[in-house]
C-alpha cells in the first residue's frame, strides 16, 4: 500500500492506517491470493493499479481473472 502512497505502519498485532489519497503503480501480492483480491478492489477506485502476479487467486477462485473482467464490462 506505501508504493501507491499510502501510510501504513506494521504493529505488533496488525496495521496502523492513516487516510492518504493513493496513486496508481504496482500492488505487490506476495504470492498471496488475499492481497491481491485486495488489490483489485483498490484498483476499482484508484486508476492505475497494477496487480502483481493476479494468478495466485486462483488458489480460492479460479477464473478470477475472467469474472472480475466480465464484471467490470457488466457481463
Do not use: C, N
Not at 1 to 26: N, Q
Amino acid at each position: 500500500m506505501t508504493a501507491l502512497g499510502g501510510d501504513v505502519t506494521e504493529t505488533a498485532d496488525g496495521l496502523s492506517i492513516r487516510p492518504r489519497p493513493l496513486h496508481g503503480g504496482p500492488f505487490g501480492t506476495y504470492r498471496d491470493h488475499r492481497m491481491a483480491m485486495a488489490a483489485a478492489v483498490v484498483g476499482l477506485v484508484v486508476p492505475g493499479v497494477g496487480i502483481e502476479d493476479v494468478d495466485t487467486t486462483a488458489k480460492t477462485l479460479p477464473g478470477f481473472t475472467g469474472r472480475w473482467t466480465a464484471m467490470l464490462a457488466g457481463g
